[in-house]
């Protein structure tokens, strides 16, 4: 790929911690006996890519995080958390369990979810109850950089720092509480798509969808879809099109012994390029560019794939 016009918008690798962070974070470990085993894996901003927004990925493997994750606070932008589970023969199945508090609530997670995190609402800490399978940690932000400096602290009423809640407060049924509203578990209901051709070879990758968000599920909230491509060999996307939003394509490997490993080949054109993906990677496509078809070849694990907006709403303008 190197030379072509779009291949430094394909991200393959995560950006370092400051050293500072990564010292507090080995204390917290230290400190709260965490048996957590993570990966970093990828991260995409403004400084990897000029105009690209915001998005870390991490794979979890097993363990317990044995306290919180990250103090209470809040943004001034809104923020996307995903927990994605592997279990192929149920994707609904998150593979362990994972405590987070929106305002003052905590919800307990056990299925594969988008989190959307309307712009300033308190939310963490998150505590890792159990990682059973391996899980796909993601969190995602429509702005170029994210930074400490852009958060404000939680408060409470006598206008104290940010504080942890009390570890024993009971979860809330996520169904009929206040923001339980805001955690997606399924796809969304109204939706169509294409018939898929005839010819599929009877050993074609198989897609399963599996969850989907956009403004009109979460108010607000930009949009994501999120899919899972089986073993196989043939899977074709959608024809050439563009967009009036900044996109992210993901592709994600399920190799635990090489998380970067992307276990397949993938046949993606950006505009009049073609380009062959065999690492995990995330794809900003800027808007207006021209992209698709995407072939999925080679499929030996599972692959994750997922499609992202800035925009509210997904919305394409086929090729001339």
Not at 39 to 50: A, F, G, M
Not at 261 to 278: M, N
Request: hydrophobic letters at 35%; a neutral charge; aromatic letters at 12%.
């Amino acid at each position: 790929m190197q030379g072509q016009k779009y291949a430094k918008n394909i991200v393959t690798e995560t950006k370092p911690f400051p050293k500072e962070v990564m010292e507090r974070l080995q204390a917290r470990r230290k400190e709260t006996g965490s048996s957590m085993e993570s990966t970093r894996l990828l991260w995409l901003d403004d400084e990897i890519v000029k105009g690209a927004y915001y998005m870390e990925f991490l794979w979890l493997w097993r363990g317990s995080s044995n306290g919180f994750i990250e103090e209470p606070h809040q943004h001034d932008f809104a923020e996307l958390i995903g927990f994605i589970g592997t279990n192929q023969q149920d994707p609904s199945d998150l593979g362990g369990e994972i405590d987070i508090w929106l305002g003052d609530e905590r919800h307990t997670l056990t299925k594969s979810c988008l989190v959307f995190v309307p712009k300033e609402l308190k939310h963490c800490p998150i505590q890792f109850n159990r990682i059973d399978k391996p899980i796909l940690w993601f969190t995602a932000a429509p702005i170029g950089m994210y930074k400490k400096g852009s958060i404000t602290p939680a408060t409470n009423n006598t206008n104290t720092p940010a504080f942890y809640p009390s570890a024993s407060q009971p979860s809330v049924d996520t169904a009929t509480s206040k923001y339980g509203k805001y955690i997606i578990t399924q796809m969304k209901s109204n939706l169509s798509f294409p018939k898929p051709p005839r010819n599929i070879p009877p050993d074609a990758s198989k897609m399963t969808r599996i969850l989907w968000l956009d403004d009109e599920v979460a108010k607000g909230a930009f949009y994501m879809e999120c899919v899972w491509f089986g073993e196989g060999s043939g899977a074709g996307g959608p024809e050439p099109h563009t967009h009036d939003f900044d996109e992210v394509l993901g592709f994600i490997g399920t190799n635990s012994q090489e998380p970067r490993d992307l276990g397949a080949e993938v046949e993606l054109w950006l505009d009049d390029e073609k380009y062959i993906l065999r690492k995990s990677c995330l794809v900003f496509i800027p808007r207006g560019v021209k992209h698709c078809p995407m072939i999925f070849r080679k499929v030996k694990k599972p692959v994750f794939h997922f499609s992202s907006g800035n925009g509210g709403m997904y919305l394409k303008v086929p090729s001339k």
